[in-house]
C-alpha cells in the first residue's frame, strides 16, 4: 500500500504541467522594518527554529548509533531552516529562497526516515535515509536550475513536501505502535497542515490581527510542529527507536 501510494504520487506529479514559481511570492503582506531590520516579524519569528533544533540535539545525544544519524540530521535541519529563512527574509528573492527551501527537505525526509526506521523496519528506514536526503535536495536544485533559466518547476519539491503527510498517517495507523510516540507525531503533521494553511492566509491573518501576518504565523507553527516532533521521541537512553526485538516478537516490527 505504502509503495502504491508513493508510485500514484510521484505519477501524478509527472503527469501533471510544470508548477511555475508565483511571481507575487515574495512579496509578503507584513514587509515592516523595526529597529532596522526589513521585514522584521518575517524574520524574528524563525528564532523559534534555532531553539528547538538545538534541543533537539541536546535530546538526541544519548541515542542508539541506529537512529542518532538520521535524528541529529533532523535537529541540525531545523536550526538550518530557521538560519535559512532569516536569510532569505532579508533579502526576499530567488537566490535566498533556495536556502530557505534546502534544508526543509532535509529535515522532511530525515523525519520520515525515523518514523521508517521506527515503524515498519530498521533496513528499510536506513536504506532509504540517504535516497530520501538526495531525492529532497535533488527537488530544491531542479527548481532553482529551472528558475534561473526562467523556467521553473516545483512539482518535485511539492512532492517532497506532501507526500510524506500521506504516508506518515498510513504508517501510524497500519503498523505497531514503536518506540516513538505515536500521539505527537499526529501533533506535527496536524500543526504542520495548520502552518501550510496560516501561509496561504498571509494578508488574512495581518488584516484580521493587524499586528501579525500569515507568513509569521506560519514559521511558529511550524517551529511548533517540530517541537511535537522532539518530543515523539521518549526521554532516557536507549528509548528512541530501540530496535531490540521483545520475546515472541520479530526483529523490524517497532517493538
Request: glycine share 10%; charged share 10%; hydrophobic share 55%.
Amino acid at each position: 500500500m505504502l509503495l502504491a501510494v508513493a508510485l500514484a504520487g510521484v505519477l501524478a506529479a509527472a503527469l501533471i504541467a510544470p508548477l511555475a514559481q508565483d511571481l507575487g511570492y515574495h512579496g509578503f503582506a507584513d514587509r515592516r522594518t523595526i529597529a532596522g531590520v526589513p521585514n522584521f516579524w518575517n524574520v524574528i519569528t524563525n528564532l523559534p527554529f534555532l531553539l528547538v533544533g538545538l534541543h533537539g540535539l541536546q535530546r538526541g545525544a544519548d541515542l542508539p548509533p541506529a537512529a542518532r544519524r538520521a535524528w541529529a540530521v533532523f535537529a541540525g535541519a531545523a536550526i538550518l531552516i530557521g538560519a535559512g529563512s532569516i536569510h532569505y527574509h532579508l533579502d526576499p528573492g530567488s537566490a535566498t529562497l533556495l536556502w530557505d527551501r534546502l534544508p526543509i527537505t532535509v529535515a522532511i525526509m530525515a523525519l520520515f526516515s525515523a518514523v521508517l526506521m521506527d515503524r515498519v523496519s530498521l533496513a528499510v528506514g536506513r536504506t532509504a535515509f540517504a535516497p530520501l536526503l538526495v531525492a529532497g535536495l535533488a527537488s530544491v536544485a531542479w527548481w532553482y536550475w529551472g528558475e534561473s533559466r526562467g523556467a521553473g518547476d516545483l512539482r518535485a519539491y511539492a512532492l517532497v513536501q506532501f507526500l510524506p503527510m500521506v504516508l506518515v498517517p498510513l504508517i501510524l495507523l497500519i503498523y505497531p505502535p514503536g518506540r516513538l510516540r505515536g500521539r505527537w507525531l499526529w501533533a506535527t503533521l496536524a500543526t504542520y497542515a495548520l502552518a501550510k494553511g496560516a501561509e496561504l492566509a498571509d494578508p488574512q491573518v495581518l488584516a484580521a490581527t493587524g499586528f501579525i501576518s500569515g507568513h509569521s504565523v506560519k514559521h511558529l507553527l511550524a517551529a511548533l510542529a517540530i517541537w511535537w516532533a522532539m518530543l515523539a521521541v521518549p526521554p532516557g537512553r536507549r528509548a528512541f527507536l530501540d530496535f531490540s526485538p521483545r520475546a515472541g516478537q520479530p526483529p523490524g516490527t517497532g517493538g
